[in-house]
């Protein structure tokens, strides 16, 4: 089992930045991919980021050049670092953790945390 943990966000003006944090924990060592998810009100989840063991990144188009992802892997943090926020980007971020089993993969989420921009 893996255990996930957010922080980091909050109420921002349309411009600013934030940086969430997603520790992980319990059996870290099966994890292989790491992301960020979020989702509006009214709408789907959808992918934000992820990267993976190898390093490996991933975005979607909506906040490429705008956010950064990055892991400690000692700490076995995932950070997400938000630039450029603007009201479209207001949504609750999910933390996800990915680790692969024999017939597929086994997700993790953390509880989730708000992020509001205001205009």
């Known amino acids: 089992q893996v255990q996930l943990v957010e922080s980091g966000g909050g109420l921002v003006l349309a411009g600013g930045s934030l940086r969430l944090s997603c520790a992980a924990s319990g059996s870290t060592y099966t994890i292989n991919v790491m992301g960020w998810y979020r989702q509006a009100p009214g709408k789907e989840r959808e992918l934000v980021a992820t990267?993976?063991?190898?390093?490996?990144?991933k975005y979607a188009d909506s906040v490429k050049s705008r956010f950064t992802i990055s892991r400690d892997t000692a700490k076995n943090t995932v950070y997400l670092q938000m630039n450029s926020l603007n009201p479209e980007d207001t949504a609750v971020y999910y933390c996800?953790?990915?680790?692969?089993?024999?017939?597929?993969?086994?997700?993790?989420w953390g509880q989730g945390t708000q992020v509001t921009v205001s205009s």
């Open positions: 996800n953790a990915e680790s692969p089993t024999r017939f597929g993969s086994t997700k993790y």
């Open positions: 990267i993976s063991r190898a390093g490996g990144t």
